[in-house]
Every structure is written in structure tokens, then in C-alpha cells.
């Protein structure tokens, strides 16, 4: 992505959707969108988001900046890849998503611990780095007391129901975590995995 982000002080800035299309991976496929809305009728997620994949397009041609920025959508996206394999003019949704998200994340739009993504991927992290698998209740427990207690306790009654459905049919225990066995070679595994992400980010 180009050092030179679009001035985002401004609510629209019609030189938005310009920048986007030179600077965001995929961005100039974004002209091609005929706003179908195949991409947000595939999406498993849409009801989580602010805007569709669609409807956020139309906006950065609108130049509607700071909208765009401040959006879920893209935080929001579990990366299914309904919306690349089934767009009509093969916009990489997805990686124009995946742009945006970083964006707002730079210019201070998003702030990762705030972004529920963000904190369910590092439950999930904790739980293989430590177990060398996931374990439903604690990555559970884990990501909803992330967003405080009292959320945490709101979100694990509300699920109470399911987890309990779970527990019935056996699709989740309630004894100590199974770990997996050579957790030295997983640890490398991982380890290795963070060098690349790091040297990626140009911080290794
Ligand atoms: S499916 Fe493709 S062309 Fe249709 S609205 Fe989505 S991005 Fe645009
Ligand atoms: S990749 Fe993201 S935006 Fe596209 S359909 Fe899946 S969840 Fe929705």
C-alpha cells in the first residue's frame, strides 16, 4: 500500500475511490463493479455488517471517506471467499475489504482491540499456541470476557442454550483441554509462522 494515504480529515474526498484503485490489492478491479449485489447476497455475514460489500463500493466512489473508514464491513468479514469466486466481473472483494481494513486501522479509524476480529483471533491464537488446538469453551470464554465482564457474561448467557446443546451431543467436553502431543515442533511451527507475519510487516 502507498505510503501516501488519502487525507482523512475530510468526510468525502472525491480523489477517495482514485486512491483506493491505485493503492488497495485489487483496487483497480473496484471500476468494474456494476453494483449487482451478488457480493452482499453471497455474504454469510452481511446482517454483522454496517454495509455490504456493495453498498461500501458505492460508497468509496462516492468519495464518502470517512463512512467507509469507520465501517465494520470490514472487520467483519470471515474471508469465505463467496464474494471473489461469485462476482460477474471478478472484483477480489475480499482483498479490497482486507485493503480498507488496513487503512482504518493506519489512520486511526479501527483500533484492533476494539475490532471483534481482532479479538477473537487472538482467543484462537492463545488457545493453539497453548493447547496446539482449539477448545471451544475456553477460546469462547476467552474472546467474549475480551470485551469486559459484563459483556462477557451478556454473551455467554445468550449462548447458554447452545452450549449446553453442545455438552448433550458431545460436540464439546468439560473436562481438562486435550493438548496435542510434541509441543515442541508445534511451538517452532508457530514461532515460524510469526517470523513470516513479522518479516511481511517489515518488522523482522
Ligand atoms: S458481485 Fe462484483 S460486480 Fe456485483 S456488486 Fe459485488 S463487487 Fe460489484
Ligand atoms: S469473503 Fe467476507 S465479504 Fe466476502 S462473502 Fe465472505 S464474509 Fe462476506
Not at 463512512?67 to 465494520?72: I, T, Y
Request: glycine share 10%; hydrophobic share 35%.
Amino acid at each position: 500500500m502507498n505510503a501516501l494515504s488519502p487525507d482523512t480529515k475530510k468526510k468525502y474526498d472525491l480523489n477517495f475511490a482514485r486512491w483506493v484503485y491505485e493503492n488497495v490489492d485489487g483496487g483497480d478491479r473496484l471500476s468494474m463493479c456494476m453494483q449487482c449485489g451478488v457480493c452482499s447476497g453471497s455474504c454469510p455475514i452481511g446482517d454483522q455488517m454496517d454495509y455490504g460489500p456493495r453498498k461500501l463500493f458505492m460508497m468509496v466512489r462516492a468519495g464518502m471517506k470517512e463512512a467507509v473508514l469507520k465501517a465494520n464491513t470490514m472487520f467483519n468479514c470471515v474471508s469465505c471467499y463467496n464474494c471473489v469466486v461469485r462476482c460477474p466481473r471478478s472484483v477480489p472483494v475480499k482483498y479490497i475489504l482486507h485493503g480498507l481494513g488496513r487503512l482504518a486501522l493506519q489512520e486511526g479509524y479501527a483500533k484492533p482491540k476494539e475490532v471483534d476480529n481482532s479479538r477473537f483471533a487472538d482467543a484462537f491464537w492463545w488457545s493453539v499456541s497453548k493447547y496446539g488446538k482449539t477448545d471451544e469453551r475456553l477460546v469462547t470464554a476467552k474472546y467474549y470476557f475480551s470485551a469486559g465482564l459484563s459483556e462477557g457474561i451478556k454473551r455467554g448467557m445468550g449462548n447458554m442454550k447452545i452450549a449446553m446443546g453442545m455438552i448433550k451431543t458431545k460436540r464439546m467436553h468439560l473436562g481438562m483441554p486435550h493438548k496435542t502431543k510434541k509441543q515442541g515442533e508445534l511451538k517452532a511451527i508457530l514461532a515460524k509462522a510469526v517470523e513470516i507475519q513479522n518479516r511481511n510487516h517489515g518488522e523482522g
